[in-house]
């Protein structure tokens, strides 16, 4: 994989962790990943990524605290989506997945 399509990718699923944020709080750092993710270094993709699946354990954590079962539901999917990418880009470890 080019690092360009990786970078793509992450962004795409930053959108859709974004889509599925219950906490709009959230919103405003999603969309500087996103933002990080298609601008930035290449060399920065790794940090990106941890910082989204911190962002996404919090959307998910705030979900279940509030009963919101359905968002937890699509948050914890696009989490599962982002670790996914992570390990098959050697970006994140599977010991490091949230």
Known sequence: MTQQYLAGELSLRLARLQGA???R????ELACLRREAETGPLAGL????GRA???G????????ESGEIASFT???AA???LCEL???AGLLDQGQQS
Not at 25 to 28: G, K, V
Not at 46 to 49: A, G, I, P
């Open 74 to 76: 699509d948050q914890a």
């Open 86 to 88: 992570g390990v098959c």
């Open 57 to 64: 354990d919090g959307l998910c954590w705030d979900a279940l």
């Open 53 to 55: 699946l911190t962002l």
């Open 79 to 81: 989490c599962a989506e």
């Open 21 to 23: 944020a219950a906490n």
């Open 25 to 28: 709080a959230y919103l405003p």
């Open 46 to 49: 790794s940090w990106v990524l």
